[in-house]
T-cell receptor
């Protein structure tokens, strides 16, 4: 069974540029999460989807971050414009609905110069 | 709010040494507790979990016991291997049905041959 797929694995951009990350969850997993992991810290939830619905986006900086999960499968997280402080690893995870165990992708490492 | 505190790393051990990584938590209710592991270049994966007081989670020779009286969930292994070198994250879900996972900062373990 394929795991959670994320792309790209690495991204280097200049500040004020836009950037997008893509995630394909495990087949059949209705719940999808986006996390941000700063260097030396644990992941912090940005947004959680149940199918197409964003059920928890309280930690998403909505002035520059946006996310979508069309058709309840793949998801895209966008930052526009990027700031130096957005340099981090962006993790996607998925789970079966109402299950606590999450399955993580390898992450996208973003560096903003 | 809910929080997780784990011992700072890195922890460096020789092969076959005993391992303890301390984790304490703060939560208002009765959280579920988890240990996730992140091997180099890979995503986080669940190592073990416990959902109620006095439960013991175990996997791959690792164990952790849910201690409500001390609000702790320390990770232990009797004999570590080089292949155990990774970053270990303690985490909790404090609101049953909410599935918002709070992670600790992670503890990096190096095991020398």
């Amino acid at each position: 069974e394929a795991g959670v797929v994320q792309s790209p694995r690495y991204k280097i951009i200049e500040k004020k540029q836009p950037v997008a990350f893509w995630c394909n969850p495990i087949s059949g997993h209705n719940t999808l999460y986006w996390y941000r992991q700063n260097l030396g810290q644990g992941p912090e939830l940005l947004i959680r989807y149940e199918n197409e619905e964003a059920v928890d986006d309280s930690q998403l900086p909505k002035d520059r971050f946006s996310a979508e999960r069309l058709k309840g499968v793949d998801s895209t997280l966008k930052i526009q414009p990027a700031e130096l402080g957005d340099s981090a690893v962006y993790l996607c995870a998925s789970s079966l609905v109402q299950q606590e165990t999450q399955y993580f992708g390898p992450g996208t490492r973003l560096l903003v110069l | 709010g809910d929080s997780v505190t784990q011992m700072e790393g890195p922890v460096t051990l020789s092969e076959e040494a005993c391992l303890t990584i301390n984790c304490t938590y703060t939560a208002t209710g009765y959280p579920s507790l988890f240990w996730y592991v992140q091997y180099p270049g890979e995503g986080l994966q669940l190592l073990l979990k416990a959902t109620k007081a006095d439960d013991k989670g175990s996997n791959k020779g690792f164990e952790a016991t849910y201690r409500k009286e001390t609000t702790s969930f320390h990770l232990e292994k009797g004999s570590v291997q080089v292949s155990d070198s990774a970053v270990y994250f303690c985490a909790l879900i404090g609101d049953p049905g909410g599935f918002k996972t709070i992670f600790g900062a992670g503890t990096r373990l190096f095991v020398k041959a």
